[in-house]
């Protein structure tokens, strides 16, 4: 066979694969009742049920400050004209400010504070296609924090519940990945707890961590979520993945310098006195190539490569306290 149609061979054997996977198939969950439908923002049709309004209700409302929601322009980017560059809301995507202003939030888990240490975060999943890259971790015996969507929990539950199988940790990232800040209460709320709900009926865990899509939070998201009980975790290093082709714009090559330039970082002693936390994507097979492609060289970089919870020493970061994971020192006790 020439080179060539063995090359087209591949990449149909590959195209099908891709697509076998992704094929929607029947379980015994239902996600008809007591869910949004997926990829739609939570609305009255949420709000009105019992069940919302309970969770609405048990909520102490007067800690959560009263900050007017932000718009977006014509284009979807978030409109900050106006906004005061004193920044009286924390606002993560005016300034990248982590540590709140309202009193009684803990500050953002924005970096792992280990020295020479890297927090490895997946975010967008799970994706129908991530047997091979989740091989590929357990491979490395390496875990991760993986921040799910509700919606690709419910469309694909047996690719979420195989993260928690591996060991992986569980966070929330929203139900249907808006700009967190441009919701109403009811909405922030409805997209944290409905994830949360669809993770504890298809995985049996309630994840006390969540992370903003985009990073778009403030005082006022980041007190629902902790009403929640959940921590915001952002990052300090961004690989940008998500934005590479044929989902985004950028090249291939340019996602390259960002993986390089974190670690010549690693390797000049920027993260001598403190970690990183990086944030990749489990958005679709480019960045989950893109993510196996570079570990070897994150590896050699970073001392230790862990889990965000094994960064803070959570080792609890469900509240069923019956699932225990390993603290820094006995993470890289046994895997080192
Ligand atoms: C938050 O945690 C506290 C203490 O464990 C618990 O009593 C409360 O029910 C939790 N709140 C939610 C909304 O899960
Ligand atoms: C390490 O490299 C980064 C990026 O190239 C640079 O900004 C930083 O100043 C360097 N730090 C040290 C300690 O040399
Ligand atoms: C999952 O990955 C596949 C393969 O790259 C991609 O076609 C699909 O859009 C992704 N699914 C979601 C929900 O992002
Ligand atoms: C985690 O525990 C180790 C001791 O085993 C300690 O040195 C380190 O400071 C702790 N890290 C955090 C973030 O609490
Ligand atoms: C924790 O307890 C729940 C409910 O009792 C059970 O379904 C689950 O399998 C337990 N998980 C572990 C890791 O022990
Ligand atoms: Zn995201």
């Given at each position: 066979?020439?080179?060539?149609s ?12 891709i697509?076998?996977?992704?094929v ?64 009286p809301?924390c606002?993560?995507?005016y ?15 924005s970096?792992?504070?280990?020295p ?10 799970p ?17 991760a ?18 993260a928690?199988t591996?060991g ?12 967190m ?17 669809v ?31 959940m ?31 974190f670690?010549s ?16 994507h ?11 492609q ?27 306290t ?15």
């Amino acid at each position: 066979m020439a080179f060539n149609s063995f090359f087209i061979t591949l990449v149909t054997l590959a195209t099908a694969v891709i697509a076998q996977q992704c094929v929607p198939y029947s379980t015994p969950f239902d996600f008809k009742s007591g869910y949004p439908t997926v990829w739609t923002t939570p609305g009255d049709e949420c709000f009105n049920t019992d069940e919302f309004k309970s969770v609405y209700n048990s909520i102490d409302w007067s800690k959560v400050p009263d900050i007017k929601p932000h718009e977006l322009d014509s284009d979807g980017n978030l409109v900050s004209s106006g906004y005061p560059s004193s920044d009286p809301d924390c606002w993560w995507s005016y300034n990248m400010c982590v540590t709140p202003k309202v009193p009684g939030l803990k500050p953002d888990i924005s970096y792992c504070p280990e020295p020479n240490t890297l927090g490895l975060s997946y975010d967008d999943g799970p994706n129908c296609t991530h047997n091979e890259f989740y091989d590929f971790l357990k491979a490395n015996n390496q875990k991760a924090t993986m921040y799910f969507i509700g919606s690709n929990v419910a469309d694909w539950p047996y690719e979420a519940q195989r993260a928690l199988t591996d060991g992986h940790q569980i966070c929330v990232h929203t139900w249907s990945h808006r700009y967190m800040t441009t919701l109403t209460n009811q909405q922030v709320l409805a997209e944290l707890y409905y994830t949360r709900k669809v993770i504890k009926y298809v995985m049996g865990v309630t994840p006390l961590c969540w992370r903003p899509p985009y990073g778009d939070v403030d005082d006022r998201v980041r007190a629902i979520a902790a009403a929640l009980n959940m921590s915001t975790d952002v990052w300090n290093l961004d690989s940008n993945d998500w934005q590479m082709q044929p989902a985004g714009e950028l090249t291939s090559a340019k996602i390259d310098q960002y993986f390089s330039g974190f670690c010549s970082k690693a390797k000049n002693g920027t993260f001598a006195n403190s970690g990183a936390l990086i944030l990749e994507h489990e958005l679709n097979s480019e960045t989950m190539s893109k993510a196996q492609q570079w570990y070897p060289t994150l590896k050699s970089s970073f001392e230790y490569i862990v889990p965000v919870a094994t960064c803070m020493n959570i080792t609890q970061p469900y509240a069923e306290t019956n699932y225990t994971y390993p603290s820094f020192a006995q993470y890289i006790n046994a895997t080192n």
